[in-house]
C-alpha cells in the first residue's frame, strides 16, 4: 500500500510530470507564470478540476459506458464533463475573487482546452496502476480511491512545474539579458533546462 502510493506519487510530480515530461498544459505553463501567485492560482484551478473531472469521468466510463458499449464516445463525454466544471469554477472564481479573475484573464476558460485535464482522465482508464505508474509493477487494480490519488498528484506535478516557471521568470526579469533574449525566448530556454532536470526522475 505505502510503495504504490509512493510510485503514484513521485511518478505523477516528477518522472511523469504532465507539462515537463509529458509537455500537456503548455499553453498555461508559458501564459501564466510570469508571476508566481497567478501560477499557483492556476495550478490549484487546474488540479481541482483534475480531481472533480477524474470523480465524474471515472464512475461514468467504468459504470455507465462500459455496460452500454458506448466507450467509443469518452473523450467526447469528458471534454462536455471538464467543460462544464470550468464553466462552474470560473463562476466561483468571479464572484469570491475579481482580482484573481481578471488576472487569469483567457487562460481560466482555456482550462476547458487544457490537454492535461483530459490526458489524467484518458490514462486512469487503464485497468492496472502499474501501467499508469511508468510501467512498475505494483500489481494493484485501479480504482477510484487510486484515481484520484493520481489526478491530485498529477495537479500538484503541474502546480509546481507552474511555480517553478513564476519564480524563474520573477528573477529573469531582474537579470541582465541580452535583448534578442528578452522575453519568450529566454523562457523558452529557462523552460528546456526545467524539462531535463525532469527528465533524471524518469531516469531513476
Do not use: D, H
Not at 499557483?40 to 462500459?66: C, D, F, K, N, Q
Not at 472564481?93 to 490537454?115: E, F, Q
Not at 492496472?128 to 487494480?141: D, H, K, L, P, Q
Request: include cysteine; charged fraction near 10%.
Amino acid at each position: 500500500m505505502a510503495s504504490t502510493i509512493l510510485l503514484i506519487v513521485i511518478s505523477a510530480v516528477f518522472s511523469q510530470n504532465f507539462i515537463l515530461v509529458k509537455f500537456l498544459g503548455i499553453c498555461p505553463f508559458l501564459g501564466v507564470s510570469k508571476k508566481t501567485n497567478s501560477a499557483l492560482s492556476m495550478g490549484i484551478a487546474v488540479t481541482l478540476v483534475m480531481l472533480l473531472a477524474t470523480l465524474v469521468t471515472y464512475p461514468l466510463y467504468m459504470y455507465i459506458m462500459v455496460p452500454l458499449k458506448i466507450e467509443y464516445l469518452e473523450i467526447i463525454f469528458f471534454i462536455f464533463v471538464i467543460a462544464a466544471l470550468v464553466q462552474m469554477l470560473e463562476k466561483i472564481i468571479g464572484k469570491i475573487s475579481p482580482a484573481l479573475y481578471r488576472s487569469m484573464g483567457i487562460y481560466l476558460p482555456l482550462i476547458t482546452t487544457n490537454c492535461a485535464i483530459l490526458g489524467v482522465a484518458e490514462l486512469l482508464l487503464v485497468n492496472e496502476v502499474s501501467e499508469v505508474v511508468s510501467g512498475v509493477a505494483v500489481g494493484i487494480s485501479m480504482n477510484l480511491g487510486w484515481a484520484l490519488l493520481y489526478a491530485l498528484c498529477s495537479g500538484l506535478g503541474f502546480t509546481l512545474a507552474m511555480i517553478l516557471m513564476g519564480g524563474v521568470r520573477e528573477k529573469l526579469e531582474k537579470l541582465p539579458v541580452a535583448k534578442c533574449m528578452k522575453g519568450f525566448p529566454i523562457t523558452m530556454v529557462a523552460a528546456c533546462f526545467m524539462a531535463m532536470a525532469f527528465y533524471v526522475f524518469a531516469l531513476l
